[in-house]
């Protein structure tokens, strides 16, 4: 009997997808590190499989098969490698605030783009000078008639200059903080948007990052998602269902690094055996393979709980450890699986080093893992006070 909880459905897409990473994509992922350039032949690969369609409903164009099944290909896919398995986390990160927020004419003209691969879509929150403190956003959103006009810039923002359609919160009331921000959808060729400069960073390094402009930048009244004053609330919904992508992308880093590790340490000899069955190495694999199955669990119980529609605050606590525990696992495991090689982990011919330089940003985009505990501890209270209050009710 299998362990896992996924359907019979859903254990095939992943033996597809597992195949896929093996035989295509793992033989690029070297390169695409070397390079830093986008893997567009890997976007061909995920269109030609109808992989973009994963996080999307039927009636669009996707395989509706939920959001278990993308956390499961995220993580097959960065198993091999995390720049790509990010394309298509991404896919649904940039595609959430049309999913829950987008009117029914909204989804109908996007989001069969979306699930066809056709367009990619990113998730522009991030600024120059508000990231944790998102709402201490600056870019403007100004009503003129039958348009909306944004000034401003966002920052670190994946797949900039790739993506056809941009998710963007700015400020339609300055004067009223997390109630005075909206969210549009901004197609990239909309007059006066501008992308800036592709940062050059430590992992991930096919994936772009990049700086966004809005000068005068017009979009039809049309394209606010919600309504004005729901964007902040929107763009945290969007993170409860987007957290666990990263966390998937950083499991299938850290379960990547653990299976090399084991292979290598079955075939490395020291003191006349294989390093594999001196205790203390053999120590490291077993807390790898450990931390990995315990990261999986907390995973697939997430992915579960969105498919059963769960939603605020319990949600919002799960995606936050699940994101926090994947992601220290993804940074701790990767860590180890270098010195498991020893000087050969850390050379550039062995794949665990680029592992251990990509599992870094999981712990960092899309909330810190500070952010995370925060989130954590702010469910709890406010758990542990509710419970008090119904306590002192039922006296
Ligand atoms: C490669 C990459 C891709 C990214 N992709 C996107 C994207 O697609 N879209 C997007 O919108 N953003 C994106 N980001 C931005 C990312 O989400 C932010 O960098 C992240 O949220 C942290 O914000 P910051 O960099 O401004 O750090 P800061 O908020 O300045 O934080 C700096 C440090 O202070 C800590 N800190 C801050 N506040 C607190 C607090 N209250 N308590 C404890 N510690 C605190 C943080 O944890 C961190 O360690 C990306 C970033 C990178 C590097």
Known sequence: MPSDPLTDEQREIRDLVRTLARERIAPRAAEIDKSA?????????????????????????????????????????????????????????????????????????????????????????????????????????????????????????????????????AKTDPERGHAGISAFVVEADAPGFEVGRIEPKMGIKGSTTGEIFFTDCRVPADNLLGLEGEGFAIAMRILDRSRPGVAAQGLGLAQGATDYALEYAKTREAFGRPIADHQLVAGMLAEMETKCEAARGLLYKCGQLIDDGVDGPELTKVSAMTKLYCTDVAMEVTTDAVQVLGGYGYMQEYPVERMMRDAKITQIYEGTNQIQRLVIAREMLREARASLLAGAASV
């Open 37 to 169: 350039e986008f893997p567009w032949d890997l976007v061909d690969l995920f269109r030609e499989h109808e992989l973009f369609g994963l996080p999307f409903d039927e009636e669009y164009g996707g395989t509706g098969t939920g959001a278990l099944m993308v956390l499961v290909a995220v993580e097959e896919i960065s198993k091999v490698c995390a720049t790509t398995g990010l394309i298509l986390a991404v896919q649904e990160l940039g595609s959430l605030g049309l999913k829950l927020a987008g009117s029914d004419e909204q989804r109908e003209r996007y989001l069969p783009r979306l699930a066809s691969g056709e367009w990619l879509p990113a998730y522009a929150l991030t600024e120059p000078g508000s990231g944790s403190d998102s709402a201490a956003m600056r870019t403007v959103a100004r009503r003129k008639g039958g348009e909306y006009v944004l000034n401003g810039s966002k920052r670190f923002i994946t797949n900039a200059g790739v993506a056809q359609l941009y998710t963007v919160f």
